[in-house]
T-cell receptor, first 114, second 114 residues
Framework: DQQVKQNSPSLSVQEGRISILNCDYTNSMFDYFLWYKKYPAEGPTFLISISSIKDKNEDGRFTVFLNKSAKHLSLHIVPSQPGDSAVYFCAASASKGGSEKLVFGKGTKLTVNP | DAGVIQSPRHEVTEMGQEVTLRCKPISGHNSLFWYRQTMMRGLELLIYFNNNVPIDDSGMPEDRFSAKMPNASFSTLKIQPSEPRDSAVYFC????????????FGQGTRLTVV
């Protein structure tokens, strides 16, 4: 049972345009959400996060939006750059109850074309 | 800090052999995670430890898999006997316990069982 779903395996955008990556979750106990970026032959690296008390968090070109009622979050990258080409993973955790394990989606491969 | 260190980076072994993957977490981190990445299932959590104690091993696929964390600076994931379907990239990650914290990943071990 996939608790974190990324329904788009891939996304292709032009340099300078906006990239929007989507993520849905099913577990209402999740209260902390993260995005990771992964290049080939490397481990995932943390990109940006948001807690459930917020609906938006911004860091430079990256913004994460959280819609708790829809159990949906998205990552916006603007403007997109060729170096952003990577696999992006959405992850979630439930901080209460003593369990901090991170549950990941399957990832979305972003290609930014020059 | 050098980050999370995994060894070996690559492992090729014959079916039926024992395989041991190693991980050194970031000093001071008290949560450690083992993940497996495959095309079909994305990043799956196999097991995680808090303060060297296994908290959730529900993701361990079979009894052939075992993990230990004898101290705060070392963990192993063992597969015995290995099978071709175990071929995947195995990641170790560590984080500060307490929720609302990101996990830092190692570079992974690419395991090929022939």
């Amino acid at each position: 049972d996939q608790q974190v779903k990324q329904n788009s395996p891939s996304l292709s955008v032009q340099e300078g345009r906006i990239s929007i990556l989507n993520c849905d979750y099913t577990n209402s106990m999740f209260d902390y959400f993260l995005w990771y970026k992964k290049y080939p032959a490397e481990g995932p690296t943390f990109l940006i996060s948001i807690s459930s008390i917020k609906d938006k968090n911004e860091d430079g070109r990256f913004t994460v939006f959280l819609n708790k009622s829809a159990k949906h979050l998205s990552l916006h990258i603007v403007p997109s750059q060729p170096g952003d080409s990577a696999v992006y993973f959405c992850a979630a955790s439930a901080s209460k109850g003593g369990s901090e394990k991170l549950v990941f989606g399957k990832g979305t491969k972003l290609t930014v074309n020059p | 800090d050098a980050g999370v260190i995994q060894s070996p980076r690559h492992e090729v072994t014959e079916m039926g052999q024992e395989v041991t993957l190693r991980c050194k977490p970031i000093s001071g981190h008290n949560s450690l995670f083992w993940y497996r990445q495959t095309m079909m299932r994305g990043l799956e959590l196999l097991i995680y430890f808090n303060n060297n104690v296994p908290i959730d091993d529900s993701g361990m696929p079979e009894d052939r898999f075992s993990a230990k964390m004898p101290n705060a600076s070392f963990s192993t994931l063992k597969i015995q006997p290995s099978e071709p379907r175990d071929s995947a990239v195995y990641f170790c990650a560590s984080s500060l316990q307490g929720g609302f914290t990101e996990a830092f990943f190692g570079q992974g071990t690419r395991l090929t069982v022939v």
